[in-house]
């Protein structure tokens, strides 16, 4: 059975820095595509980013606009795990962060923000930003 379980969510002020991890059990992720989404109340679920396998232990990343240079995702390939480090942050980055992984490795970039390509998900972890 395929599971992420997410960690490292909590209350952190503005400006702060958090980091989140999401570590995968059942099936190994390390050449497939995993991401990061996340939900604010009433709203939609949102991408964030997305790490891509190009070979060896090398990833790259993708990210939304909203995020792009204060988000990264990185990935351990030995440990099976997807980590999003988040800076600067604001109140309005409130939400339940899910990590996800999808099946297919050859993604294509203008999919990755839609969250039916992915097949696995975690339960997701609050982050509150706060003062």
């Known amino acids: 059975q395929v599971q992420l379980v997410e960690s490292g969510g909590g209350l952190v002020q503005p400006g702060g820095s958090l980091r989140l991890s999401c570590a995968a059990s059942g099936r190994a992720f390390s050449n497939y595509p995993m991401g990061w989404f996340r939900q604010a109340p009433g709203k939609e679920r949102e991408w964030l980013g997305t790490?891509?396998?190009?070979?060896?232990?090398?990833?790259?990343?993708y990210y939304a606009n909203s995020v792009k240079g204060r988000f990264t995702v990185s990935r351990d390939k030995d440990k099976n795990t997807v980590s999003l480090q988040m800076n600067s942050l604001k109140p309005e980055d409130t939400a339940v962060y899910f990590c996800?992984?999808?099946?297919?490795?050859?993604?294509?970039?203008?999919?990755?923000?839609?969250?039916?390509?992915?097949?696995?998900w975690g339960q997701g972890t609050q982050v509150t930003v706060s003062s």
């Open positions: 996800a992984a999808s099946s297919s490795r050859g993604m294509i970039v203008s999919s990755m923000s839609e969250p039916g390509n992915y097949d696995y």
């Open positions: 790490s891509r396998w190009i070979g060896g232990n090398a990833y790259t990343g």
